[in-house]
């Protein structure tokens, strides 16, 4: 009865003993026949409740019975058992892609849009600085219309963050940057709803709307702030539902277009209407230029997108939307942040929103067939919106 009390059975403490005596150089090692043959003879069932976890791996019972050096097999290995190590071994080894960010950084992990602009904010950006031009320069007529009618200049306190605005857009995509592949790994999981990482290229990319395998080759004119906005689009609660409407019209069998590259070009057309300073009277009034940024790329898409399916464009029309889009915006950008606003208090109501209509038919992947024609790709309508950044 002893022996009880320590929490064992009768045959466990007897494999003790005889392991005791194996240490001191006094007997031979129990083996798992000999230690089972004594469990049957006491009737008990091995009790291990009384033991550390960490002492486990101590005992010579539990060692002898995992060593292969004493000869143990199982006696009888189900058919269910068989199957599942047959289904096992034909899954094919996975290998990590070499040109994949450091997983040390928790590449796996979501990241929201202020977590990555803090990372952009630490770095050396002084060499993409001095590629910016901040406003567009105008002469002649030109610059004295702007100066009697056009909007006011943005207030000397928010110049820095305009400029870090258009530094970022003259950052590229960085496969040695693990922040970079946290972002794009984001946009991929939040748009697809996948739970899975992604390799840095890959047809993949294709299915959400880039033109290619690499990511980092489409976003010409708009550099890493595509991407950014992209990011904000997604993990903002307010605005991840309008994405995920805007990406199911893009596969659209009849009016696909390739969302990604979409999105870049509603970020050019961003950007070009902060430097024309049609975004300063309101960047004046929040006393914000990122925030008021973030809004106005949103509310472009949107608009693009309400336009895109109710007046039943297709690809080929993607460059007359986006030169239309573009003068739009540039004129009337309040117009367009009332109708984010609107937009964003009817979907937090649960009320049918802009994109509310399911568009009929079949979802179709994207084609590679399409042309797309971008706003690099049109003839400048005006000598003041020539060239991006």
């Keep these: 009865m002893a022996r009880r009390d320590c929490g064992l059975s009768p045959g466990l403490n007897e494999c003790q003993e005889e392991d005791k005596e194996f240490k001191d150089g006094q007997g031979e090692r129990a ?3 000999d230690c089972a043959s004594r469990e049957e003879d006491g009737g008990a069932l091995v009790d291990f409740a009384g033991i550390p976890i960490s002492e ?16 143990w097999e199982p006696g009888v290995v189900s058919a269910e058992v068989l199957r599942a190590q047959e289904e096992w071994e034909a899954v094919d080894t996975i290998q990590p892609d070499a040109e994949s960010w450091d997983s040390s950084d928790q590449p796996g992990q979501l990241i929201s849009f202020g977590e990555a602009l803090q990372h952009l904010q630490t770095l050396d950006l002084s060499s993409f600085k001095k590629r910016i031009q901040p406003t567009v320069r105008r002469t002649g007529l030109a610059a004295l219309r702007h100066c009697l009618f056009g909007p006011p200049k943005l207030h000397q306190g928010l110049r820095e963050e305009r400029d870090l605005v258009l530094t970022i857009a003259q950052c590229g995509l960085d496969s040695q940057d693990p922040v970079h592949g946290r972002v794009l790994q984001t946009i991929y999981k939040k748009l697809t709803g996948s739970k899975l990482d992604c390799a840095l290229r890959g047809d993949h990319w294709e299915d959400l709307g880039f033109q290619g395998a690499n990511p980092a080759t489409d976003l010409r004119g708009a550099g890493f702030l595509a991407l950014l906005h992209l990011l904000y689009l997604v993990m903002d609660a307010k605005t991840l539902l309008m994405a995920q409407e805007i990406f199911r019209l893009s596969r659209h069998h009849i009016q696909q277009f390739p969302f990604c590259l979409m999105s ?22 929040q006393q914000k230029v990122i925030a008021v940024v973030n809004s106005f790329y949103a ?3 949107l608009r ?6 109710t007046q039943q ?14 003068a739009l915006a540039k004129k009337s ?3 367009l942040l009332k109708t984010l606003e609107s937009y964003l208090a009817r979907a937090s109501k649960g009320q049918a929103s802009l994109l509310a209509q399911k568009c009929p038919g079949p979802q179709a992947p994207p084609s590679t067939d399409l042309t797309f024609t971008g706003v690099c790709d049109l003839q400048p309508h005006s000598s003041e919106g020539a060239g991006l950044i």
């Design 333 to 335: 950008p309040r117009r």
């Design 264 to 285: 870049v070009n509603v970020t050019r057309i961003t950007i070009q209407a902060l430097r024309e300073e049609c975004l300063s009277r309101e960047c004046n009034r």
């Design 31 to 33: 083996s798992p026949g």
């Design 304 to 309: 693009l997108a309400h336009v895109w399916r």
């Design 313 to 326: 464009k297709t690809i080929s029309d993607s460059g007359f939307v986006l030169k239309d889009l573009e």
């Design 299 to 301: 509310a472009t898409f």
């Design 56 to 71: 486990l791996k101590n005992r010579d019972v539990l060692r002898a019975l995992t060593a292969e050096a004493n000869g």
